[in-house]
């Protein structure tokens, strides 16, 4: 694969530590092997998450020491909120510390005990989010997701007949809201075609029932339409960016993603009388509705950022970064979900270790293993994060499938560190069967992943 290089030159520079292996099953084993729980100095390579961890750009840190502290009314409000009301064509602009502030915010006017929020699959937090208001997070993935191996180029989709259904049906009243994320981070970063969101457009406007964008990877999202849908082939990402928010009644937006900052976010509403109930929330929660919770200095860099983020050389070279990542762990024996997104890559762990049982967590098992033998910190989805458990952390129903997220910093590795994680996926795919499983010690009742300490098996 050609190699497209970055539209930028690295400027500053941090070390990173390599431990070794003796200090890494130290390191694991203190943590009560769970990866959230390391230290960010014990990590070589981290790809936990890509929320705040990208590098900001030489024009951002410019912006940010002119930012305008003010209470209210600041200069670098005025700034962010204009980037914002072009990008998306929303009147109304709330800004957010970042992405589940808005989410809590815009539940709670919408939502209650006996709701139902629908989503082609909501992520972690924004699960939680629903259900602490007593609403149900109801997930309606396209059939399609569900076929990790077929080069299907939007599986992120809702399925549009199972949505109908609901919609139409006896629960259709307890809808409120429809919720599309874009990217569908928690099926494999697989993007949403400007089709299915027309077609969820429809069906709200029939219903009576508002539809919102999560759509914190609403760039990367708006390249692979460019890619992969031929209607879309000529415009630029901000173009096809502008046109999904247009098609939505409004969105919550975690910029720590594709605002290239480490903090941030805002809700974007069309509708005056919701932005009044979210308004007085925001006042009383967050901050005052010039700043929500966010210094001059980080309005000023998302301001920079959600510019920059839609510059099409940047997008290439991100997406063809991932890709060249996909090619390499598949050729050394481990299979991802095909085909590649932009912000993660999503490893099948459940195939890679047919020994261990979904009560034994293969997902978790080989991102422990990418930690001992390499020192790579990662994500699991699989049944530790979405299996039910009974009292005694013993699994009733696993996932559906066993996956590890490599997610991917922006503008953070090099090649020369994507090859390094290569090489150890490839020494542990030629003895997987050495992997041991885990058993769960302790657990929060609520987002289980997050704090979760385990023991391995014997």
């Known amino acids: 694969m050609p190699i497209t290089p970055p539209p930028y030159r690295i400027k500053v520079v941090e070390p990173i530590p390599f431990l070794s292996a003796g200090e890494r099953r130290g390191a694991l084993a203190e943590a009560g092997y769970n990866p959230f729980n390391l230290r960010a100095d014990q990590i070589t390579i981290d790809l936990l998450s890509d929320s705040g961890t990208g590098a900001t750009s030489a024009a951002q840190e410019a912006a940010a020491a002119v930012g305008d502290e003010s209470y ?51 992520f972690d937090t924004t699960h939680a989010n629903v259900e602490l208001l007593g609403a149900e997070a109801r997930d309606l993935p396209c059939p399609e997701a569900l076929d990790f191996d ?9 399925d549009l007949v199972a949505l109908e259904e609901l919609l139409g049906g006896p629960d259709g009243g307890r809808v409120g809201l429809v919720l599309m994320t874009i990217t569908n981070n928690g099926l494999g970063a697989q993007p949403v075609s400007m089709a299915n969101l027309q077609a969820v457009r429809a069906l709200c406007d029939r219903y009576g029932v508002r539809f919102f964008l999560d759509a914190a990877r609403f760039a990367e999202n708006a390249w ?86 839609t510059d099409p050389a940047y997008l290439q070279a991100r997406a063809e970064a991932t890709a060249r990542l996909a090619r390499r762990i598949n050729e050394a024996g481990v299979d991802t979900v095909q085909p590649a997104g932009v912000h993660a890559l999503y490893l099948n762990a459940g195939r890679l270790l047919p020994h261990l049982s979904p009560a034994e967590f293969p997902g978790h098992s080989l991102g ?55 090489d150890v996926l490839a020494d542990i795919a030629k003895s997987p069967e050495r992997i041991r499983g885990y058993r769960i010690e302790s657990a929060p009742p609520v987002l289980r992943h997050f704090k979760v300490r385990l023991a391995p098996l014997s």
């Open 368 to 422: 422990c293993q990418l930690f001992l033998d390499g020192g790579i910190r990662c994500a699991e989805l699989g049944s530790l994060y979405l299996g039910t458990m009974d009292e005694q952390h013993r699994l009733l129903t696993p996932a559906p499938f066993e996956l590890v997220r490599l997610a991917i910093p922006r503008r953070v590795y090099s090649e020369e560190h994507f090859e390094y994680v290569a």
């Open 150 to 158: 077929s080069d299907e180029p939007f599986k992120g989709n809702i």
């Open 72 to 122: 209210a009314g600041a200069r670098s409000w005025f700034r962010f909120h204009d980037e914002i009301a072009e990008l998306t064509g929303y009147p109304h602009i709330l800004p957010v510390h970042q992405g589940r502030a808005g989410e809590r915010i815009l539940f709670s006017a919408l939502l209650g005990r006996g709701k139902i929020c629908v989503s082609n699959t909501h």
């Open 224 to 309: 692979l339409v460019r890619e992969r849908e031929e209607a879309y082939r000529n415009l630029t990402p901000r173009q096809i960016a502008h046109r999904a928010f247009q098609l939505a009644d409004g969105c919550v937006v975690s910029l720590k993603k594709d605002g290239l900052s480490s903090i941030g976010g805002f809700l974007g509403l069309r509708d005056v009388n919701l932005f009044a109930v979210c308004e007085a929330n925001l006042i009383a929660t967050e901050g005052f509705s010039t700043y929500g919770g966010l210094a001059g200095h980080d309005l000023e860099r998302l301001a920079v950022g959600v510019r920059e983020v």
